[in-house]
């Protein structure tokens, strides 16, 4: 059986140039990054040249990148580095906003500063999945220390205004984080300072999202950022995270980095997402135009080229993820750090669906390998699969007026 893998917000295949640019510091250049010989510093080398692909990719300074573990630490650290510190007996209580559609990196790192008596504030979305400027604005103390609002979620693929977002946190004196785990690779993104980031302060990347390996990540921390270490050891990272660096790892997300920008700047500004964005319209309007009581979350708000989430009412979406997993097309019905998960989307039930609706929602994700062909597969195999799932429910009706392929 062929298989047809669209899960790629879960994990990205590693792309071949990707493997090659890592494989030699695997075997011959094995030097230990902070070591003074030969070994050593071809290997520095090899990191500060990596360093520089992804401050292109982000136009940053090289100096702003931070070689993490993956995009939970750089959550972890952004929120943990700033608001968790020791405060002087008598010191203003530092205030956090965030969302509920993060990330449960953000989420429970928030979680646990709230436990400690951090203040923090949870956003609720637009029935479209959207973080206004308006209820941000309204969340706004004297004391907001830090606000930490995803760039695009990894459910639905809704991107958030963090450029208005930002630059209303800078105007109260507030810094700004921004999960771009979903974001990078599929978007544009500015961090100069005539850039459309200009106003965001932290940022963090994951490597297994962008077609680098796993165990691989990055947090930027612009210059005039403070934050404590929440690893202790050597002075690594300008002595901003201890331990030995990854060093095949950064390689690789290095050229992982590279490639993303030639592919979102290629023939700009008909560049790959422009051909993502058809593969996933025409997945979307395909399932449409054969399944009733189905619809698009988020629909409506711009997303990321590759992302769908749809529900289909009187459908359990595990039994779907496992029936079409049986005929070969590997989806998710959610966050794959869920999966299992008895309880429905924290994301979806905050956008306002209903438990069953929710419940009844998958997550279609494409990556830059997904073909015609398996488009042409999957609109094969979904509505089927629906419709067989649906003859098991006793609360579905078929409609005499629209077939169900």
Known sequence: MQRIYMDANATTPLLPAVFEAMRPFWIEHFG???????????????????????????????????????????????????????RPAGAEIPHLITSNIEHHAVLHAAQHLEAQ????????????GLITPQALQAAIRPNTKLVSIMLANN?????????EL????????????????????KLLMDLSPKGAL????LLSISGHKMYAPKGTGILFVRRSVRLAPIFHGGTHERQRRAGTENVAGIVALGKAAELA??????????????????????????????????GVNGAGAPRTSNTSNLYFDH???EALVIALDLKGLSISGGSACQSGA????????????????????????????????EIDAALALIPPAVARLRDLSPTYKKSDTLAVA
């Open 155 to 163: 459910e639905t693929g809704v991107i958030q205004p963090i450029a």
């Open 117 to 128: 008596g951090i203040e923090v504030t949870y956003l609720d979305p637009t029935a479209q």
């Open 342 to 373: 008895t309880e429905p989307s924290h994301v979806l039930t905050s956008m306002g669906l209903s438990p069953a609706r929710a419940r009844a929602s998958i997550r279609i994700s494409l990556s830059r390998l997904t073909t015609e062909a």
């Open 315 to 317: 459908v359990e979406a």
């Open 261 to 294: 920008q030639q592919w979102l700047t290629e023939d700009n500004p008909n560049d790959g997402r422009t051909h993502l964005t058809q593969l996933r319209d025409r997945l979307e309007q395909g399932i449409l135009a054969q399944v009733e009581e189905c």
């Open 198 to 201: 200009k106003d965001v302060d």
């Open 32 to 86: 230990n990054a902070s070591s003074i010989h030969q070994q050593g510093q071809y290997a520095r080398a090899a990191v500060d040249q990596a360093r520089e692909s992804i401050a292109t990719m982000l136009h940053c300074r090289s100096s702003e990148i931070v070689f993490t573990s993956g995009g939970t630490e750089s959550d972890n650290f952004a929120l943990f580095g700033l608001l968790s510190a020791p």
């Open 166 to 185: 930002a630059a209303i946190a800078k105007a109260t004196g507030a810094l700004f984080h921004t999960d771009a785990v979903q974001g990078a690779g």
